[in-house]
C-alpha cells in the first residue's frame, strides 16, 4: 500500500463559488503561517481565475491523505 498526500487550497469566487488548488506531495513540515502566506500571495496576485470569476477569499486549507493499493495486471 502506497498512501499519498495532496494540499488543498480553497477559496471562495466573487460569485460564491468554491473553488480548489490542490498540490500534490506537499512537504511534510508545512505549518499554518507558510500556508497562509501562499494563499495570500495567490490572492494578492489574481494568479488564477475560477468559471472566469474572480478568486476573493480564503476558505480554509487542509491535506488529504489517501490510500493507493496497485494492481499489477
Known sequence: MNEE???E????TDEGQ???????TPKDDLNQAEISDVMDTILANN???GNASM???KVDARIV???VDTIAV
Open 18 to 24: 468554491v473553488i480548489t488548488i490542490r498540490v500534490p
Open 55 to 57: 478568486i476573493t477569499t
Open 5 to 7: 498526500k495532496t494540499l
Open 9 to 12: 487550497l480553497r477559496f471562495r
Open 65 to 67: 491523505t489517501r490510500a
Open 47 to 49: 494568479v488564477f481565475y
